[in-house]
């Protein structure tokens, strides 16, 4: 822990009322991320009175509609469901003897770490933990920053914004939440197989040391490229204009510059790589309302190595769009392209070779409000980095180009991609 970073104990934050006790059925999608835990630091610079206290009573409170969060895993008979116990969330109260700008949260390398600023289940809790961790960090400057760290397995980014959406309106003085939060969803269709099957094997891969370091992708880098890409459609002679969005370019340049970084000391050159990136399905899956359970699928792009690290830019990004373009077929065609790619080329991969990146725009993560607006920026992290990924972070100000948390290179390839990413322009 940072000298910079005054932790209390965790504690239980249990409902505010008793809640009812039941044991839930999971998904399948939910179960294959069981073991995966996951951060999102959420930045605020204006201060509001007594963070700590006022987000623990407003946990207490969101916890009685939400109170399977406050359960526990359990295994009835041979299945793995969700225990609603009421036993509560972990919670920590933190003090920083400095500002968040002294702090230094988005350099390369920060003076407090988003490790400091959340609670991980390592070193932790070795049986029956929680489901759910949270941290309030005080800073000398009034603002603050709270850490959320949960077991994949009870919800997915859109799930988790619905949820502190729900604590930021009792922060506020609201009486209920404005959507009622549902975790069963009997109707809700299931992802096919080859998405449940690609996310165990992600899942469970064996953990490597990535760094962490947060990244931008300049925007004039972004514009040049969008400007390109829509000037050679043009040019096709097909008669249409196509057009690609920032998502697409910072990932097949995040997609390009790793590989360039890595490519040195790959077993061949022509090794096979994948892209994969998460995409929220509750329309398609046609989930309920305020459902929080998993519901996302995978857009996927395969490729190799040499071909990532010198092809043109422009032809990763067709990649990317061609791999959005197919996950609306996702219930339609059962996922066959991940099937296909998986059993094919991509059989084989080496999960070091495979690129995860996860987007929490348009999740709500940024409007979560405990009382002095919206957070300035969102930042993801993984406690166990079992895969190369990038976190595309939430902030109010794009200006300057797409931030990303990434731990998506080993630290002897570190110096390599900064440069390549340097290199964007």
Same mark, same amino acid.
């Given at each position: 822990m940072s000298s910079w970073v005054t932790?209390?104990?965790?504690?239980?934050? %249990?409902?505010a009322v008793a809640s009812p006790t039941a044991a839930l059925q999971l998904t399948s999608m939910d179960r294959a991320l069981v073991s995966l835990p996951v951060s999102a630091m959420f930045v605020y610079e204006n201060p509001i009175d007594r963070p700590a206290e006022t987000i623990?009573?407003?946990?207490?409170? %969101?916890?009685?509609?939400? =109170?399977p969060m406050a359960g526990r895993l359990a295994v009835t008979g041979d299945q793995l469901k969700l225990a609603c116990t009421g036993e509560g969330v972990a919670f920590v109260g933190a003090s920083a003897s400095c500002t968040l700008q002294d702090a230094r949260l988005c350099d390369r390398r920060p003076v407090v770490s988003v490790e400091d600023l959340s609670i991980s289940y390592a070193g932790q809790y070795s049986e029956d933990p929680p489901l759910l961790l949270v941290q309030v960090t005080e800073f000398s400057c009034g603002g603050f920053v709270v850490g959320v760290t949960w077991n994949h397995v009870l919800t997915d980014g859109? !799930?988790?914004?619905?949820?502190?959406?729900?604590?930021?309106?009792?922060?506020?003085?609201?009486?209920s939440p404005s959507v009622l939060p549902m975790r069963v969803d009997d109707t809700l269709s299931e992802l096919p197989p080859p998405i449940t099957t690609m996310t165990k094997a992600l899942v469970s891969s064996k953990p490597r040391d990535m760094p962490?370091?947060?990244?931008?992708?300049?925007?004039?880098?972004? #514009?040049?490229?969008? !400007?390109?890409?829509?000037?050679?459609? =043009? !040019?096709?002679?097909?008669g249409q204009v196509s057009t690609c969005t920032a998502f697409d370019v910072f990932t097949a340049a995040i997609w390009k510059c790793r590989a360039r970084a890595t490519i040195g000391s790959a077993a061949s050159p022509d090794a096979p790589t994948a892209l994969a990136f998460t995409v929220n399905v509750r329309k398609p899956a046609k989930a309920k309302d305020g459902y929080y359970g998993n519901v996302f699928a995978f857009g996927l792009a395969?490729?190799?190595?040499?071909?990532?690290? #010198?092809?043109?830019?422009?032809?990763?990004?067709?990649?990317v769009r061609d791999a959005k373009a197919r996950v609306p077929f996702t219930f339609a065609d059962g996922a066959a392209h991940i099937a296909d790619e998986m059993g094919g080329r991509l059989k084989g991969l080496d999960g070091y070779d495979t690129l995860y990146v996860t987007s929490w725009w348009n999740? !709500?993560? #940024?409007?979560?409000?405990?009382?002095?607006?919206?957070?300035?920026?969102?930042?993801?992290?993984?406690?166990?980095k079992v895969v190369p990924g990038c976190f595309l972070c939430g902030k109010k100000d794009k200006a300057e180009?797409?931030?990303?948390?990434?731990?998506c290179v080993k630290q002897e390839h570190a110096e390599a991609f900064h440069a390549e990413l340097r290199s964007l322009k």
């Open positions: 932790k209390s104990l965790p504690f239980l934050v %249990a409902p623990r009573r407003a946990l207490s409170r %969101a916890l009685v509609p939400y =109170y859109a !799930g988790m914004a619905q949820f502190l959406k729900a604590v930021g309106e009792f922060a506020r003085g609201s009486p962490s370091s947060y990244i931008t992708v300049p925007l004039s880098f972004v #514009d040049r490229i969008k !400007g390109e890409f829509r000037r050679r459609s =043009y !040019g096709s002679g097909s395969a490729s190799t190595l040499r071909e990532v690290a #010198d092809g043109d830019i422009l032809d990763l990004v067709t990649l999740l !709500g993560l #940024d409007d979560v409000d405990f009382g002095s607006g919206g957070a300035e920026r969102v930042i993801g992290c993984m406690e166990r180009g797409v931030a990303a948390m990434a731990l």
